[in-house]
C-alpha cells in the first residue's frame, strides 16, 4: 500500500493551550501513524527556513496580503508601510517568525496513505475563522485575517501540515534527521 507522510506542527498557541493530546487524538483515530514525534523550541534561524525558503514564496505570500487589504479596503502602505509584495512576504514572515519561535512546538510526521490531504482536511483552512465546525482550526480556533492585519500580528491558526508532497519532503529534512524518524510497516 503506496504510504505518503505530512509533517505537522502544533505551534506555541496550541501548545500553551493544551491541545496536544486533542490534535494527536484525532489524527490516529482516522488511522495514519506517527513516525516522529520531537518537542523543540526553534530559534529565528530556524524559523526563517521553515518560513519563506525561496524568492515564490514571499512575493507569492506578498500578492496575497496584498490582495486581501485591497478587498477589505485597508491600505498596506499606511498599516504596513509598502505595496510592493516582496516586501509584504518579508513582512508576513518576521510575523510568522515571531509566532513560531514565542514557544515550544511539537514537530510530528505522520504516514498513510493520502496522508497530506486527510491531514489538510481535518486540519481545516488556514484561517481560522472560515475553518468548518469538526475540523481543528474550527472547533478550537478563531483568529483572522482582518484581525492579525489590522493589529500587525501574527495569524494564530494552532498547526501546521504540509501543503502537499514536495512541501512534506522540505519539510522532513528541515524537521527531522533521519535517525528520527521510525517507518511503520
Same mark, same amino acid.
Not at 177 to 185: L, Q, R, T, Y
Given at each position: 500500500m503506496?504510504?505518503?507522510?505530512? #509533517?505537522?506542527?502544533?505551534?506555541?498557541? +496550541?501548545?500553551?493551550? +493544551?491541545?496536544?493530546g486533542?490534535?494527536?487524538? *484525532?489524527?490516529? %483515530?482516522? +488511522?495514519? &501513524?506517527?513516525?516522529?514525534?520531537?518537542f523543540?523550541?526553534?530559534?529565528?534561524?530556524?524559523?526563517? %527556513?521553515?518560513?519563506?525558503?525561496?524568492?515564490?514564496?514571499?512575493?507569492?505570500?506578498? &500578492?496575497?496580503?496584498?490582495?486581501?487589504? &485591497?478587498?477589505?479596503?485597508?491600505?498596506? %502602505?499606511e498599516? #504596513?508601510?509598502?505595496m510592493d509584495?516582496?516586501?509584504?512576504?518579508?513582512?508576513?514572515?518576521k510575523?510568522n517568525?515571531?509566532?513560531?519561535?514565542?514557544?515550544?512546538?511539537?514537530?510530528?510526521?505522520w504516514?498513510?496513505?493520502?496522508?497530506?490531504?486527510?491531514?489538510?482536511?481535518? #486540519? +481545516?483552512?488556514?484561517?481560522?475563522?472560515?475553518?468548518?465546525?469538526?475540523?481543528? *482550526?474550527?472547533?478550537?480556533?478563531?483568529?483572522?485575517?482582518?484581525?492579525?492585519n489590522?493589529?500587525?500580528?501574527?495569524? *494564530?491558526?494552532?498547526?501546521?501540515?504540509?501543503?502537499?508532497?514536495?512541501?512534506? &519532503?522540505?519539510?522532513?529534512?528541515?524537521?527531522f534527521?533521519?535517525?528520527?524518524?521510525?517507518?511503520?510497516?
Open positions: 503506496h504510504r505518503q507522510y505530512s #509533517v505537522v506542527l502544533i505551534k506555541p498557541d +496550541g501548545v500553551k493551550r +493544551g491541545l496536544i486533542e490534535i494527536i487524538t *484525532r489524527i490516529e %483515530k482516522i +488511522g495514519l &501513524k506517527m513516525i516522529a514525534c520531537k523543540i523550541w526553534i530559534d529565528k534561524e530556524f524559523a526563517s %527556513k521553515h518560513y519563506g525558503y525561496d524568492e515564490k514564496w514571499f512575493v507569492d505570500t506578498g &500578492k496575497r496580503a496584498l490582495e486581501f487589504y &485591497k478587498e477589505h479596503g485597508l491600505d498596506p %502602505k498599516k #504596513v508601510g509598502t509584495a516582496r516586501e509584504m512576504g518579508e513582512f508576513i514572515q510575523l517568525i515571531e509566532y513560531l519561535t514565542e514557544g515550544p512546538v511539537l514537530a510530528m510526521i504516514q498513510g496513505p493520502h496522508a497530506v490531504e486527510i491531514i489538510r482536511k481535518l #486540519v +481545516g483552512p488556514t484561517y481560522p475563522q472560515i475553518a468548518p465546525p469538526g475540523t481543528i *482550526r474550527g472547533d478550537y480556533s478563531f483568529d483572522s485575517p482582518l484581525f492579525s489590522t493589529n500587525n500580528k501574527p495569524l *494564530r491558526n494552532l498547526i501546521h501540515a504540509s501543503s502537499s508532497a514536495e512541501e512534506a &519532503k522540505f519539510e522532513r529534512q528541515l524537521w534527521k533521519e535517525d528520527e524518524i521510525f517507518g511503520i510497516n
